[in-house]
Each structure stands twice: as structure tokens, then as C-alpha cells.
């Protein structure tokens, strides 16, 4: 029952980031209609922008979160912008935007590489305090982080399913020409979107910054699993991913108790290959 | 004359060689048949390994080791193949992506196998030729890789090659002509993941001792790399797009351009920012790669 319990509590505590950079990866599937490997670069931005503002400039760690945050947002903007639409209008095909999606995030990783060396970088926070919830413990800017990632995952929920800016994008992804005649303006609405997702992912980085060191790797460990969970959660539907994102982060935290860390990831991503097999068969 | 036969330059040679062997088989899958296979790393590291560990850890004769990698990665990838082929391009790039990840996990982790990240060593030339081992080593991989592009040429004047080619275009068509596409698609995906399990025991004897950071993103990508830009439909494509980006940086960069050394390190960091920024641009200008299209010819 202990082992139940340990696994829900670390489970939830681990996915939390993930769940965020979950949630902005979906909403760039669900609207350009392709796996942007990027993305991983967002949030490896993210981390590095905390650092920057954090551990560099002395600015207090709950402070730094905003520009940060905004500041990912831009760069997913930027991406879209200079990048990928560019691309769409002349026409690259859906699998050749994943490749293109992959050179971009080399791109990116090595300038930051170029820029801030292989050091392995740590933000700057007061000693965390830690209490016990249900015997585990737990610090307390876990507990922030969990909090936050929760009011905000709430906030795109309601944004997606509930607003009208959230109705257009559901449009625009089901039939482009439909949105565009019914007085959408495309472009508006993706810049937005990109933007929340870049903060979305921004903030995943920020908090995995967190918990561990900070380097160029970190978007690109965690990528693979975040497409992952987007498919098997059903392309584009957030409450999939939401579901997919806390239930990776129980299976990693349960497999982890028993074993290595590593096994976690193989099993996960094992499954994952199952699930998408099973998926397949019952369409 | 034995200076020149052995050393660096060799080894680089030697290299890129292996790389060239890569790029051709991934134009076999991604430019011929349209698989589109993102854990190149994978099924060349399981060779790689699995030979190590056989040939070190139960010292069983050097070219049996290799026949045995080899068909090993052959199995793993026929087994990979049965669940993921008949999915969509998106579905099998994240689960070779995710085989490649797990292949990296698994050596890291079985280090009664592996040795994880201390290293696996040393493995030996094939043949004792005394200062000519190298060499004899090169020759190997050398023609096992023309031997590769020969065959392709032959495939893809065949029947059964257009049949590849025809379920890129149109798999249903293909189908409904009586074709089993699923299941060449499945034998030739297994075929030629299983050969990039050799090249992956050719290349454990030119580095002859690994470390599991071998098995990075790094190696698929560099792939890719290469084959986008030398074309991804032609044979050759892989033979250019090579000898551009690794003949480039490895051999004619190293040689003969004088870097301080304290820049040096930076200089596999620029490699691969310069690699993101070409393969950018190559998709976006020029899609087909150096080489371009293939003429279409009257058969």
C-alpha cells in the first residue's frame, strides 16, 4: 500500500513540469500538425533564462520566473515566425517539418553550447525547507512548483475549451480554409498560440531547473517522452496528454522505487511503443 | 609506407567510410522505401555491442561474432518492425527514436554486460597483419561498403526495388496490385537495420574501445544529416553528403587547417550547429540535396 501511495505522491510531484511541457507540445501538434523536436530547445531556454536572470543577475528565483517565461514565449514566436511558416508556404511535407524541426533544435542547443559552455549550471534558490506529506518528503518550491503548474495547466484548459481564442484555434486546426472564411486570422491566432506554448515549455524548463542541474541536454532528455505521451494521449487533445503526462510520471516513479532510474525510462518507453500498436489495431 | 597505412588519417578514413555504409542504407529505407527510421544509433550501437560482449565477454571468434551481431540486430529490428511498420511516418520515427534510446539505457545499465560507462575493450583489428592490420581493416570495410552501393544500383533497376519504391508512393495501389507490401516492407526494414548492426561491429574495431556516450543523438543525426544533403533520392547521395560534412570537419579541417588549441574543443560544438543550420537550409531551398532529383528514364 506504502509502495501505491509513494509512487501517486512522487509520481505527481515528477510529472508536474511534464505536464506543462506536455500541454504547450500538444498545442503546437494540434495546430501546425507536426512533431516540433524545438520545442525541446524551448524548454532547455527556459532553464537557461531562470539562469541567466537568477543565478547571473540576482534577481529573487520567483521574480525571475516571469521574463523568463515570456521571454521563451518570444523565442517559440521567433521560431514560428522565421522558421516554420516560412517553411509551410513553400510547401515542406509534414515528415520533412519534423527533420527541419530537428536541425532548428541542434541549431539552437549548440548556440547555447557556443554561448554558455558545457558547465553544468544551478539556480540560485534560499535553502529549501522540507515537510512531510503522507510520510514522503516533500520542499517546499516542489510545492510551489506543483501549485503553479496546476493554476496554470487550469488556465490553458479553460483558454482551449472555454474562450473564444481558444474556439479559433480549434477551428483553425480542423480546416484552415473554414476558419479563414469564417474571418479567422491565422496568423494572429498561431503567433498567440506559439507564445503560450513557449511560456508553457519555458516554465517546464524552469522547473526542472530546479530540481537539477542545468545544461544543454535537458529539452532533448525529456523531448522523446513528451512526443510520446502526445500521441498515446490522442493527438492534440489536452486532457489526453494531461491524463498520459501524470501517468508517466507514476510509472517513472514507481519503476524508479523498485529499481534504476533508467529502467523506468526503458519500460516507459516500451509501453509507449505497445500503445501505440494497440491504438493502431482497434482504429 | 607503414606510417602512412596506420594513424589518424586512417582512422578517419576508416570512419567515414562506416558513415558513408549508414547514409546509403538509410536512402535504402527513408529515400527508397520511405521508412522513416530516426534511431539509426540504435540499431548500429546493438551491433556494435552485442559484438563487444560476445567477442570480450565470451570469446567467441572475431567473424562469428559479427555474423551473430549482425543477425541479432536483424531480429530486434524484425520484431520492432511487426509492431511499428504499418503505423503512420510520425508513429515510427518516435518509436525508432525510442528503440535507439532504449538500446543507450540498456548499455548503460547491464554493466555485467557492457561495462556501462567505464567502457567495453579492446577490440582488435580482424586480421593480424602486423603494421598492416589497419589497413586490412579499411580494405574490409571498404568493400563491404562498395559491395552496399553495388547492390543497391542492382536493387533499384529490379523489379522487387520498384516494388519498394511503389509503397512510398502508393501503398494501397500497391496492395491492391497483389503486392505484400507489409511484409517486404518489414523483411527489407529488418535486412538493412541488420546491416547497420555490421557497420556497427566494423566501426567497434576502428575505435576498439566503447563507452555508452557513443550511442548518442549524435550518430543518427549525422546521418541524416549527410544523406539530406547529398539526396535522399539517389544512391549516391549518401557518398556526397558524407564526404561534405564529416570529410569536411574530420578529415579535411583536421588536417590541414591550423587550430589553436585552445579553440579545438569547440570545433565538434560548431560542427553540429553548422549541421542544424545546413539542414535548415536545405530543406527549406533545396529539398532534393546536391545531387537533386533522379531523371526519370524510359524503361
Known amino acids: ?283 | 609506407m607503414a606510417q602512412f597505412l596506420s594513424g589518424y588519417a586512417m582512422y578517419t578514413f576508416s570512419s567515414i567510410v562506416v558513415f558513408v555504409a549508414l547514409a546509403t542504407l538509410l536512402h535504402l529505407q527513408f529515400g527508397l522505401t520511405g521508412i522513416v527510421n530516426f534511431g539509426v544509433v540504435g540499431f548500429f550501437g546493438l551491433g556494435m555491442y552485442s559484438f563487444g560482449v560476445f567477442l570480450i565477454q565470451y570469446n567467441i571468434p572475431y567473424l562469428v561474432a559479427m555474423l551473430l551481431a549482425t543477425v541479432l540486430t536483424g531480429v530486434v529490428a524484425l520484431g520492432l518492425g511487426k509492431l511499428i511498420l504499418d503505423l503512420d511516418s510520425q508513429s515510427i520515427l518516435v518509436a525508432t527514436l525510442a528503440i535507439a534510446t532504449v538500446v543507450e539505457d540498456l548499455v548503460i545499465t547491464e554493466k555485467w554486460l557492457t561495462k556501462g560507462v567505464i567502457g567495453l575493450g579492446t577490440v582488435p583489428f580482424p586480421f593480424d597483419l602486423g603494421p598492416f592490420s589497419q589497413a586490412g581493416y579499411f580494405l574490409l570495410a571498404l568493400v563491404l561498403t562498395v559491395l552496399l552501393i553495388l547492390y543497391a544500383y542492382k536493387l533499384e533497376s529490379s523489379p522487387y526495388g520498384r516494388l519498394l519504391l511503389s509503397m512510398q508512393d502508393n501503398e494501397p495501389l500497391a496492395r491492391s496490385l497483389g503486392k505484400s507490401t507489409s511484409r517486404q516492407k518489414l523483411i527489407f526494414f529488418s535486412i538493412t537495420s541488420g546491416l547497420m548492426g555490421l557497420f556497427g561491429t566494423l566501426h567497434a574495431s576502428n575505435i576498439h574501445f566503447m563507452v555508452p556516450r557513443m550511442l548518442g543523438p549524435g550518430v543518427t543525426f549525422t546521418v541524416w544529416i549527410a544523406l539530406i544533403l547529398g539526396g535522399r533520392k539517389r544512391i549516391l547521395g549518401g557518398l556526397v553528403g558524407t564526404l561534405a560534412t564529416i570529410g569536411l570537419f574530420d578529415f579535411v579541417i583536421e588536417t590541414f587547417v591550423p587550430i589553436p588549441a585552445a579553440q579545438s574543443q569547440l570545433l565538434p560544438v560548431i560542427k553540429l550547429w553548422i549541421y542544424g543550420l545546413g539542414l535548415m537550409l536545405i530543406l527549406m531551398y533545396r529539398p532534393s540535396g546536391i545531387l537533386g532529383e533522379k531523371k526519370l528514364t524510359n524503361r
Do not use: C
Open chain 1, 1 to 283: 500500500m506504502s509502495f501505491f501511495t509513494d509512487s501517486l505522491i512522487l509520481g505527481i510531484i515528477e510529472a508536474a513540469p511534464l505536464v506543462l511541457a506536455t500541454v504547450g507540445f500538444t498545442l503546437i501538434f494540434y495546430l501546425s500538425g507536426f512533431i516540433n523536436v524545438a520545442y525541446a530547445e524551448t524548454i532547455t531556454l527556459g532553464a537557461y533564462f531562470a539562469i541567466v536572470f537568477n543565478s547571473m543577475l540576482g534577481l529573487n528565483f520567483y521574480l525571475a520566473i516571469i521574463p523568463s517565461a515570456l521571454l521563451s514565449g518570444v523565442i517559440s514566436v521567433g521560431t514560428y515566425l522565421v522558421v516554420f511558416r516560412p517553411a509551410f508556404k513553400r510547401g515542406v511535407g509534414s515528415t520533412e517539418m519534423i527533420i527541419l524541426s530537428v536541425g532548428l533544435s541542434f541549431f539552437i542547443r549548440y548556440s547555447l553550447r557556443l554561448i554558455f559552455g558545457s558547465h553544468l549550471y544551478a539556480l540560485d534558490i534560499v535553502s529549501p525547507t522540507s515537510f512531510r506529506i503522507f510520510g514522503i518528503g516533500i520542499t517546499n518550491i516542489q510545492l510551489t512548483a506543483l501549485i503553479l503548474v496546476a493554476v496554470i495547466t487550469a488556465g490553458l484548459y479553460l483558454f482551449i475549451y472555454r474562450t473564444n481564442y481558444g474556439e479559433m484555434m480549434r477551428g483553425l486546426a480542423n480546416n484552415e480554409d473554414l476558419a479563414m472564411v469564417s474571418g479567422i486570422n491565422p496568423v494572429r491566432v498561431s503567433v498567440l498560440i506559439w507564445f503560450i506554448a513557449g511560456v508553457a515549455g519555458g516554465l517546464a524548463g524552469l522547473f526542472y531547473g530546479v530540481f537539477s542541474f542545468v545544461n544543454t541536454l535537458l529539452g532533448w532528455r525529456l523531448i522523446l517522452i513528451i512526443i510520446m505521451i502526445t500521441i498515446v494521449g490522442g493527438i492534440g487533445n489536452v486532457r489526453g496528454a494531461l491524463i498520459a503526462s501524470i501517468g508517466a510520471g507514476i510509472i517513472t516513479a514507481a519503476v524508479t522505487l523498485i529499481t534504476k532510474p533508467l529502467y523506468g525510462e526503458v519500460i516507459l518507453l516500451l509501453s509507449f511503443i505497445g500503445i501505440l500498436r494497440l491504438k493502431k489495431v482497434r482504429r
